[in-house]
Structure formats: C-alpha cells, structure tokens
DNA sequence: GCCAACGTTGGC
DNA sequence: GCCAACGTTGGC
C-alpha cells in the first residue's frame, strides 16, 4: 500500500478541520498542479498519508486516509482537475516538523525536504515508518 | 515581509 | 519548442 503527504495551511485548512468531517472525510480539492493530480490519480482506498502544516506550525501533525478515488475536483469548472477523499485516522502523537525532518539523515531524499513546493508527494515506506516511530507510533 | 524555488504562460 | 516573464508557494 502506497503512502502519500498531504499539505495544507492550517488557518485554511486544518487537520482539526478534517477531524470535523468524520469518516465521510473530505474532498481534497483546490489542487492545480499537474503532478499533485497525477499522485491523487495513483492513490487507492485505503492509502495512509501524513497531513502536514505549512507556514503555521511547518509540522506533520496527523494521520490520514483515502476513503474516495480520485474523481473530478467539484470546485473546477474545466474538468481537467481531480481528487481524491480524504479522512483524518488520528494525531500524530508528537508532531514531526519540518526542521527535525532536515536534520534527519535518513530522509534526505523525502519529497517534503527536497521539493517542498508540492502539494501532494510521495513517501517511501521507510521514510513512513521513520516518520511514524519519531512522531510517536507504534510501529 | 522578503525572497528563492518552482510551475505556468505566452511571444517568437 | 525555447525561454523570458510572471505568479505562487512556502520557508525564514
């Protein structure tokens, strides 16, 4: 199973947010970036992905999962646009910011260090279950 | 608030 | 199809 990382900015969109949503979860929509549409594209139910804070925060604060493939974004008039549903599974125990990630060798290559510019990335399994045990999980 | 990095647009 | 100009994102 696929895992993935999901930005937004908390005064936006908050994962407190899509806790409200419940098990229906949430359109991820407003996304207009080719390659972030192209990862929604490969997600499948039940992929877990990390939901993180940019500039309030700049930390991954919760676990997520699709509950919806990816269909056409709502909120697009053209079409061309789509997402996937997303649902909050729960917090991250202790949050896992963006600094700690940098200063951690292991992840280096991690598409949130190199090319923090994308809205909707990647993670390696190994770079999941790093993340997951510093920010608190059991494995 | 500034600016670097990146993606997109549009003229040629 | 190239590339300069522009807009946006997001860290600092």
């Known amino acids: 199973m696929a895992h993935w990382l999901y930005k937004s900015e908390p005064d936006v969109f908050s994962f407190d947010d899509l806790k409200q949503k419940g098990a229906a979860g949430q359109e991820w929509d407003g996304v ?17 992905g990390f939901f993180y804070h940019s500039n309030e925060g700049k930390a991954i604060v ?9 269909h056409p974004d709502s909120t697009d008039g053209t079409g061309q646009w789509e997402c996937v549903d997303i649902r909050a599974v729960r917090d991250l125990p202790k949050p896992y910011s963006l600094a700690e990630a940098k200063a951690e060798p292991r ?24 993340v997951c045990e510093l920010g608190g999980l059991e494995p």
Request: net charge positive.
């Open 107 to 130: 992840l280096k290559g991690m598409a949130l260090v190199s090319n923090s510019r994308l809205s909707v990335q990647p993670v390696t399994d190994e770079e999941w279950a790093i």
């Open 62 to 70: 919760g676990i997520v999962e699709v509950v919806k493939l990816a």
């Open 32 to 48: 207009r970036n080719y390659q972030a549409r192209n990862n929604m594209r490969a997600m499948q139910v039940g992929d877990r």
